[in-house]
């Protein structure tokens, strides 16, 4: 039998081409397969789903000394693209600022291994854009010993230069046509130990941050595509609603600016000279509109069906329990950006340009609403301004798609604020049961009930197979229990554990927001704990450290208690909260400090709201292997303050079929003055050589914090969230949808 390969050692490939294009062979990794009999997570899943076609994904070496990758991921702000270059700086030995990141175009062949969620990037390309690197690495060597007439041994390659041993120097923009083959090669090669590195797991800046504070930076509305003009939707007063009949279409058609006015399936589509134009010749279409998908619906009516959904918990054990049921509101999945696409239909022929997450199944579907063949539709994926799942969902670039093919012309399609709010994407209305039944110390079994409204996953795994399956009426019940039980994990030694999701009503338009159902879920157990620890005269920190399995998830408990000071004296009316979450082999703890008292939640604020106040956050977080320590902080920071929205602030209120906010102006997501003065992320040391999920990981553990923290405070614990959802007033419907007046329209006061 041959010796087993070590754990460092793969097998790559030399692509033929003119210059150096090298690629990882993952499917014969030797032991390391071994790992896929232990229990499977999502990133799991996602990863083997994606290793079959990580031969395809290559590495470039140019004559300019420069090395180029085109990332089959959408870059939203997360800093993939610096951690990515990252990877191919340490195994290439090249400064970090030759490497070139761009975003692959979709590649159907790619199949499972272009979409961009559940934190998965960097578990699942960290092994092959290492590998093809590597490969690289080797084949310039060898190139090099040739020239210099040396052995490769006698050769050392830094900083974008083979030294050879008289002090000669080649740099590898001399050696790329030289290492090149004709025709494909597999090469074995060796990935540098973690003990060598000098790149992976340094804090390094975005490589994009300079164009992104300068405005350089280019998103889809900057592009300059040839012909492509503004162009926005009127769309319906009511989620989902469709066009009946268009009263004054030719006089809005020869308004100032207009050059189309065509009813599409999502509304009226104006285009212009000018964005501007195009709102003015919104707010002038009198449109009669058949009835939406939730006609008449509200938060009560939607609560009302969520508990008639819920399923029962099991028999009330003899022993004593602690029970709560908690309820978690409708929130917007909208991104800073604005959903917009570009989009050039022809007759035989369309090209995209949008930022997308799944852009394997968004150009299949756009191929067969314009019946084209698939070679036929070139999809470019832009940078974007935020997602946290936002973008799996495409249908900026289908309408783009409808329009330009209906007019004949380019358009450049942006979306209203209010469009995004009103009729993009939400995190579904849930909620949540939870029974902890104990005895003395003894936790002897937790039950969790969480019902929800359906969660769309119509994206599938990012290609149109499963998106389709997804989209069946068995398919999509089996994506969200797919979904949810495995991206949950049972991290307290709770006994005998049961944990179920029941799903209803399909009239909203859902998505995958950050941490999908996660932070409800844990937001309800951590409470639970709380109200545990509270019943049986336990400290919630101790306790939690008592009943924590893992030794990485004490580590991080235990490392907020003790940089935060768990248990000090405060002040009547502040408190602290403490939570822990873990998933996707990463863990996290926050500590929080809140101040309840009531001349901080009565306080003015104009055009805002007051309430509690967030003062201090101590967030500790374990993801293995950092690529990028300072990109990491950054992520964390972003989690902390989506966490303390969704507890304290950010909600959707629906009545009668449609939300009644408009923009950020009224959806009130974590603002400065709610902003903790004092914010601490920790990155815990590590000696694992792989990296874990972290994008979504920290938005649980902060949300849950939170909420401890403020039933601490009050002395009664929250069961509704955010918890200031009943406090804002609004007027009557909106006088002027589908685009409101000002920000603020619709909005009385708060």
């Not at 041993?165 to 090149?180: F, H, M, S, T, V």
């Not at 595509?225 to 058609?253: E, F, S």
């Not at 008639?308 to 004593?320: C, F, I, Q, S, V």
């Not at 197979?465 to 949810?484: C, E, S, V």
Request: charged share 20%; with cysteine.
């Amino acid at each position: 039998m041959a010796a087993p390969v070590a754990r460092r050692r793969f097998l790559g490939y030399v692509l033929a081409a003119p210059i150096l294009v090298t690629a990882a062979d993952l499917l014969n990794p030797g032991p390391a397969a071994a790992e896929l009999t232990e229990l499977l997570d999502l990133n799991d899943i996602m990863t083997a789903a994606a290793l079959p076609t990580s031969g395809l994904i290559s590495v470039e070496v140019n004559p300019d000394g420069t090395v180029s990758f085109a990332l089959p991921r959408a870059e939203v702000g997360q800093g993939i693209t610096t951690s990515t270059a990252m990877l191919i700086a340490e195994e290439l030995a090249v400064p970090l600022h030759r490497v070139r990141v761009t975003l692959a175009d979709a590649r159907p062949e790619l199949l499972f291994n272009q979409l961009t969620g559940a934190s998965n990037t960097t578990i699942s390309t960290y092994t092959p854009i290492r590998v093809a690197a590597a490969v690289a690495r080797q084949r310039l060597l060898q190139a090099a010993a040739a020239e210099l007439g040396t052995a490769v041994g006698a050769l050392r390659l830094d900083d974008g230069a083979v030294t050879g041993p008289d002090g000669r120097r080649l740099g590898i923009g001399e050696l790329a046509a030289k290492a090149a083959s004709p025709k494909t090669l597999s090469m074995p090669v060796e990935l540098a130990p973690r003990e060598s590195f000098t790149v992976i797991g340094k804090p390094h800046n975005r490589i994009d941050a300079l164009d992104a504070v300068t405005g350089r930076k280019k998103f889809a509305m900057d592009l300059d595509v040839a012909g492509a003009k503004p162009t926005m939707l009127c769309r319906p007063p009511t989620i989902n609603g469709k066009v009946g009949t268009v009263d004054n279409l030719a006089d809005v058609r020869a308004m100032p600016g207009v050059t189309d006015v065509v009813p599409v399936s999502a509304g009226v589509a104006v285009r212009a000279e000018t964005f501007g134009q195009c709102i003015d010749a919104v707010r002038a279409l009198r449109v009669n509109w058949r009835a939406g998908t939730v006609e008449g619906k509200s938060d009560e009516s939607v609560l009302r069906e969520l508990a008639a959904a819920e399923l029962p918990l099991g028999p009330r054990p003899l022993t004593p329990v602690v029970e709560g049921r908690f309820t978690f509101y409708f929130r917007s999945n909208s991104a800073l950006e604005t959903n917009c696409a570009i989009a050039d239909v022809r007759a035989d022929r369309a090209e995209i340009w949008s930022a997308l997450k799944s852009p394997i199944v968004a150009k299949q579907t756009i191929a067969a609403r314009l019946g084209l063949p698939p070679g036929k539709v070139t999809v470019h994926v832009t940078e974007g301004g935020g997602s946290f799942g936002r973008k799996l969902f495409f249908d900026a670039a289908l309408e783009a798609a409808e329009v330009s093919q209906k007019i004949g012309k380019p358009v450049k399609l942006m979306w209203h604020r209010a469009d995004d709010s009103r009729q993009g994407r939400t995190h579904p209305m849930a909620t949540s049961r939870v029974r902890i039944a104990y005895a003395g110390d003894v936790v002897l079994g937790y039950e969790q009930r969480h019902t929800s409204v359906t969660t769309d996953l119509g994206h599938g795994l990012g290609e149109l197979f499963t998106a389709m399956a997804a989209k069946l009426p068995i398919g999509d019940a089996a994506f969200a229990q797919t979904f949810f039980q495995f991206s949950h994990t049972s991290p307290y030694r709770f006994g005998v554990h049961s944990r179920l999701l029941n799903e209803t009503g399909k009239g909203f338009n859902t998505g995958s927001m950050r941490n999908v159902y996660s932070p409800d879920t844990t937001c309800a157990r951590e409470l639970m704990v709380d109200r545990l620890a509270a019943r049986t005269g336990r400290d919630p920190y101790r306790m939690r450290l008592d009943l924590l399995r893992d030794s990485r998830a004490r580590a991080v408990l235990k490392k907020v208690g003790d940089v935060g000071g768990w248990g000090r004296a405060m002040p009547a009316g502040t408190a602290q909260g403490i939570a822990f979450h873990s998933e996707y082999k990463a863990a996290s703890a926050a500590l929080v400090e809140i101040d309840c008292r009531p001349e901080t939640v009565g306080r003015q604020i104009r055009d805002g709201v007051g309430g509690p106040r967030v003062t201090r956050v101590v967030f500790a977080v374990d993801v293995g292997l950092a690529v990028n320590p300072r990109g990491l902080q950054a992520q964390m920071m972003g989690c902390v303050m989506d966490g303390i929205a969704l507890a304290l602030t950010s909600s959707l209120h629906l009545r009668d079929g449609y939300f009644l906010e408009a923009s950020w102006d009224n959806y009130f997501y974590t603002r400065q003055w709610n902003t903790p003065p004092e914010l601490e992320i920790i990155v815990m040391p590590s000696s694992s050589d792989q990296p874990g999920g972290a994008g979504e990981l920290g938005v649980a553990a902060a949300m849950a914090a939170v909420a401890c923290a403020y039933g601490r405070a009050t002395g009664t614990m929250p069961t509704s969230f955010p918890i200031n959802h009943g406090t804002l007033s609004f007027t009557p419907k909106p006088t002027v949808p589908p685009i409101p007046a000002s920000p603020m329209d619709g909005v009385a006061g708060a």
